[in-house]
T-cell receptor, first 109, second 112 residues
């Protein structure tokens, strides 16, 4: 069965510091990996997906199949990055998503 | 344009009552998903529709949960004889085929 693990419930950093939110997955097939973000009082929205290999709002994530990881990184955190971040694994061809439990990122001034 | 909408936003039900939660997907979106998010957890898949066909209901936790999308647009998630463990946020998402999923604001269900 597929599983997504986000080991940190809370990550607290200062503005300008580098950020890495960890995500590990378990899946026997070919995975599709996503990062979703939920800002305060807003709905869940897609931040980035591994297929597109984009950098969104300064965030990047690289799929490492050897380590089964898809960590989210940003070199310089901003206060507006404070939010709940969910790593998700897409499967079954139509991208049903399995989510991790989420990591709350708090960026202090 | 309008995003995914859900109603009601909040629902309080007494244990044993039936509830119906509505989802209006983005117009033209073929795929519709329901997820359940318990406090402190990530969303968990419940069921998936492609147009009006329910192709996957493997995530429905019990036979008290039922979902429909009769005309391939609006969907309703019904929970019969609600239990306290049903308390959660129920999220609906829609997408064009297997693309990016767009989430609604969710319905927070509290069973007392």
């Amino acid at each position: 069965a597929q599983r997504v693990t986000q080991p940190e419930k809370l990550l607290s950093v200062f503005k300008g510091a580098p950020v890495e939110l960890k995500c590990n997955y378990s899946y026997s097939g070919s995975p599709e990996l996503f990062w979703y973000v939920q800002y305060s009082r807003q709905r869940l929205q897609l931040l980035l997906r591994h297929i597109s290999r984009e950098s969104i709002k300064g965030f990047t994530a690289d799929l490492n199949k050897g380590e089964t990881s898809f960590h989210l990184k940003k070199p310089f955190a901003q206060e507006e990055d404070s939010a709940m971040y969910y790593c998700a694994l897409g499967y079954k061809g139509y991208s049903t998503l399995t989510f991790g439990k989420g990591t709350m990122l708090l960026v202090s001034p | 344009g309008a995003g995914v909408s859900q109603s009601p936003r909040y629902k309080v039900a007494k244990r044993g009552q039936d509830v119906a939660l509505r989802c209006d997907p983005i117009s033209g979106h073929v795929s519709l998903f329901w997820y359940q998010q318990a406090l402190g957890q990530g969303p968990e898949f419940l069921t998936y529709f492609q147009n009006e066909a329910q192709l996957d209901k493997s995530g429905l936790p019990s036979d008290r949960f039922f979902a429909e999308r009769p005309e391939g647009s609006v969907s309703t998630l019904k929970i019969q004889r609600t239990q306290q463990e049903d308390s959660a946020v129920y999220l609906c998402a829609s997408s064009l085929h297997a693309g990016e999923q767009y989430f609604g604001p969710g319905t927070r269900l509290t069973v007392t």
